[in-house]
């Protein structure tokens, strides 16, 4: 295995394949426990992954270089995802790690598309663990809402989770500096009339406590509000909207119905490029899921 030099803090980092499988994985853990919302890193998951690598790997490593490196193995899976995500005739080499079909089958693409070329002899070592992160936001696009297309989401009213919140702030995207308890939208997330003789109690009280402490208080009360009705929204929304299945409960309903290891893959690809695919398959009873899923597959021309 090759091993980097040691460079000072602030230079470029040599990725070599060891350091790409421990990055994956580190991706991967903080997508399993929820620190990935939308497509995007919480801010918390960075300075663990961050921490994580510089300890195991002993090098200077930073944000940006975990950052950089995200969007070179991103352009590497979306070149190859894009290519066979509808290409039949195909099918995946563990040991190989590469696509392999028939040579008429490679012709007919190469063909159609000359830059299939180099995927014929270009391994993917790390394929289905960057299909783990990558494939679903491919399917729904949530991964490439522009800042401003949150902000559009955002003024439709419609609701925001907390999680998104934290997410919003990490991308600088909103901030709690500068809330004013005195404005007109604070006013609403407080109690909207005070009776005198309690606003009497809260001047004395006021003039116990500092200042400084007297507005956190004031804007923690207009947060608490803000949340609820978050909350509140957020329940609505729920009644609403179909349900929504993340990759990591279609992988494991399908090796809950039974299908065969060697299979799980390709059932797991099919389902997650196409969301009308995974409503049909979760709308089917459970015991008849399989059946199904094999029909739909054999349909389009996808056999397992």
Not at 49 to 62: A, G, Q, S
Not at 64 to 81: C, G, P, S, V, W
Not at 135 to 161: C, F, V
């Amino acid at each position: 295995m090759d091993v980097p030099n040691k460079k000072p803090s602030g230079c470029q980092i040599k990725w070599t394949e060891n350091m790409d499988a421990l990055l994956i994985e580190a991706l991967l853990h903080q997508q399993l426990i929820g620190n990935r919302i939308n497509g995007q890193w919480t801010f918390s998951s960075y300075d663990t992954m961050v921490k994580e690598l510089r300890e195991k790997l002993d090098l200077p490593i930073k944000k940006e270089h975990l950052q950089n490196r995200q969007k070179t193995l991103k352009k590497i899976f979306n070149d190859a995802y894009d290519m066979f995500k509808n290409s039949s005739g195909f099918g995946w080499d563990e040991e190989s790690k590469r696509f392999v079909a028939e040579p008429e089958v490679w012709k007919a693409l190469i063909e159609a598309k000359p830059e299939a070329k180099k995927w014929t002899t270009t391994p993917l070592p790390f394929y289905e663990k960057l299909l783990d992160l990558s494939a679903k936001d491919r399917a729904n696009g949530k991964a490439s809402l522009t800042a401003k297309e949150r902000a559009r989401q955002r003024s439709s009213n419609e609701p925001i989770t907390i999680d998104e919140i934290d997410v919003m702030v990490t991308q600088n995207e909103a901030t709690l500096q500068g809330f004013d308890p005195n404005s007109p939208s604070a006013a609403k997330s407080t109690s909207p009339t005070t009776p005198k003789s309690e606003s009497s109690s809260k001047g004395k009280k006021r003039k116990e406590i500092s200042e400084e402490d007297y507005e956190i208080k004031i804007l923690k009360q207009g947060l608490d509000s803000v949340a609820d009705a978050i909350r509140e929204g957020n329940s609505i929304l729920k009644q609403i909207c179909p349900r929504v299945y993340s990759s990591d409960e279609i992988y494991e309903e399908i090796v809950s119905i039974g299908v065969e290891e060697s299979k799980q893959f390709k059932a797991y690809r099919y389902l997650n490029a196409n969301d009308t695919r995974v409503k049909e398959f979760f709308g089917c009873p459970k015991n008849f899921r399989k059946a199904f899923l094999i029909q739909m597959m054999e349909e389009d021309g996808v056999f397992i």
